[in-house]
């Protein structure tokens, strides 16, 4: 039998097509369309203004795919949850509730494993198993909705993955859901981090969208981003950074920096000084990681003092930054290491 389609995959022309296909009046489409991203049901007998006989021939050619809670770690601290979901190939991935006073926010992973190497990071330890489809994106936020019964109103592409190594699908994944027909999400909700892949960049700030870019730099200087991100053999901070000004300039949007702060490799005050001069006059933002230190690599935290006195010397060249806060620190490991220590177990 041939593999069923993925029905949560299509955005609303793409679904009245298919119903059109199948001899279907395509005003059902819409119908069809809320039942999956509004109501997120899981099946199609759940949609009960769609006759039987239209949801047994739906039954036959499609399936609503979704993502299987198999562990939830809850912080007694913050309610920060990770879950760790499975997809219909027994895939595991991983994704974070962050829960503030403005409302919830939610980390998803866009790639099974990550093929980027970035030194410090747990998610690329083992490379890339599959890229993820932007059904198993929404997936993501759909079930934490269903799990906790509130909604989900800041999304964050920060989990496993590189989004821009999987650019058709991310992209596919942001036009669902801020689709007005489905979840609405404003645009303005959703962050993507990249490492830097300018190509990618550059053609994302073609398409004038309204999320915030955010940009892995942590180091000041070519020779040191080496030293944590492969990606910067590649690129240097010259062509990412001028890639992020015409983000800003074709979109609007400031942009956020990220640092990851490593003891003896990136935070001394020169250092700071250096990022400073390097940021100066962008419209930016830059937020400094404490490192999370993963136990495949001899990695250090800075101490509070490096930090701080990191965080003054930004501001001192009056440049906006801030500490990333940590949330959920009772079930906090780097990202991508509840799934490493599951798969390591299996
Ligand atoms: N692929 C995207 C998303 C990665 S995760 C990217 O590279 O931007 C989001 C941020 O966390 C990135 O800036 C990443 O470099 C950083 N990060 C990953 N592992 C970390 C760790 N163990 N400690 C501190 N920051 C980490």
Redesign the pocket.
Known sequence: MAEKLDIKSYNLIELQEQLQGIGEKSFRAKQIYKWIHVDKVSSFDEMTNISKDLRAKLGERYEIRTVNPVQILTSKIDGTKKYLFALCDGIVIESVLMRYHHGNSVCIS?QAG?R?G?K????TLNGLERNLTASEMLSQIYEIENDIGERVSNIV???????L?NFDNVIKFIELITDKNGKNLSQRNITL????LVPKIRKMADMGLQITL???L?ASDDETRKQL?PIANKYSIREVLDACEYYFEKTGRRITF?Y?LVSGVNDTKEEATKLAKLVEGMNCHINL??????EERD?VQSDKEAIYAFQNTIEKNKIHVTIRREMGRDING???QLRKSFMDKQ
């Open positions: 866009t990550c980027m970035c410090f990071c747990a998610s592409l920060m989990g496993s993955g590189e989004p190594d981090s990249t490492c830097g955010a940009l892995s942590h991100l990220e990851s990681i404490p490192v999370n230190p993963i990695f780097a990202c991508g």
